[in-house]
């Protein structure tokens, strides 16, 4: 595969293409917005990891650019404090991100279930997960071999956590993309109910959650499983 870094500290922007130097993939090193439009462009990257902050702009711009014509697999690199670039790069299709400072081996990590990803045609839309099978494609969801009824906002919510479980999602986050028509004007109850009323169809002790777990002063995360698929 063809990887595009870019990043404009050349010390990690090297950093990574050598952390990967025995993946058998090609590196297109780029340090500026400009560059990477070009290279894009040119049509040779399969997968991108994108630096948020350039010195010549966002890389939000590179990420809308990509999303224009394609759907290859996006990594945003982000500040980590600024919780703002999870957000909004998600909103613009990322499909996943690492937080600055980070360590190599677990960016190595996400870029390969990534390419597993590409490799299978797209983004995994069915899952089996301890007693559930989750089948987001289809809208058919089960818990110990017996359908369960979710609403909308429950799918949504769901498939957000299952498809970055591990990661601890924001409560500002998920109502940003559950509500986004004016989500501003959302009681922060609204996700509070949602939640209840999906962990009471996936969980077995309310007290003790298994899948959905409450990140105490941050949000929630949804526990990667051996089974999972």
């Given amino acids: 595969m063809n990887l595009m870094i870019v990043e404009d500290d050349i010390a990690l922007n090297h950093g990574i ?4 130097s025995n993946s058998g993939d090609n590196f297109i090193s780029c340090y500026t917005v400009r560059e990477a439009k070009k290279k894009f462009r040119e049509g040779q990257v399969d997968l991108a990891i994108l630096d948020v902050n350039l010195g010549d702009g966002s890389g939000y711009d590179v990420l809308k650019e990509i999303r224009s014509t394609s759907n290859i697999p996006v990594l945003l690199l982000t500040a980590n404090d600024m919780e703002i670039d999870q957000v909004t790069g998600l909103s613009l299709g990322a499909d996943d991100y690492v937080t600055k400072p980070f360590s190599l081996a677990v960016l190595r990590a996400r870029i390969d ?12 839309e069915r899952y089996e997960i301890g007693d559930l099978i989750l089948d987001f494609e289809k809208m058919i969801f089960y818990k ?4 369960l009824t979710l609403s909308r906002n429950e799918q949504k919510l769901l498939r957000l956590l299952v498809s970055n479980r591990g990661q601890t999602l924001t409560r500002e986050l998920l109502i940003d993309r559950l509500w986004t028509q004016g989500a501003e004007f959302v009681d922060e109850n609204a996700l509070s109910v949602t939640m209840n009323r999906l962990r009471r169809k996936l969980e077995d002790d309310m007290k003790n959650p298994r899948y959905i777990q409450t990140v105490y002063g941050q949000g929630y995360v949804f526990l990667r499983e ?3 698929v």
């Fill in 144 to 147: 110990k071999n017996r359908e």
């Fill in 113 to 124: 279930a990534l390419k597993r990803r590409y490799r299978a045609g797209g983004k995994t």
């Fill in 17 to 20: 293409a050598l952390a990967f």
């Fill in 226 to 228: 051996r089974q999972d």
